[in-house]
């Protein structure tokens, strides 16, 4: 899944992967798996951890804030490329993006 190179230069060195949002923990269950066979340690940093939308058994080891289970954006986060450049995080609205309301 890495590339050699990553690999490489991740070889016998404490790594630490930095996460805007854990959602499912899919992505970053696989890069831990692979990163775990060739640095001496991996840790993980998260801003925003949505534990309700995990699907895989990975929790960071250090987060700022629990996230409901909200559509957030904001901070680099988007929906359809838009709302990345907001300088605060904000919930979106579910019409916005398709969802029912409740």
Do not use: W
Not at 21 to 48: F, N, P, R, Y
């Amino acid at each position: 899944m890495l590339s050699n190179i990553l690999k490489i230069g991740a070889e016998g060195r404490h790594v630490i992967l930095v996460e805007d949002i854990v959602d499912t923990g899919l992505t970053l269950k696989a890069l831990i798996d692979e990163l775990s066979t060739c640095a001496e340690s991996v840790k993980v940093v998260a801003l925003l951890n949505k534990k309700s939308r995990r699907t895989v058994d990975v929790q960071p080891d250090y987060c700022a804030f629990e996230c409901p289970d909200e559509f957030v954006v904001g901070y680099g986060m988007d929906f359809n490329e838009q709302y990345r450049s907001l300088p605060y995080i904000g919930v979106l609205r579910p019409q916005v993006y398709g969802a029912p309301d409740d």
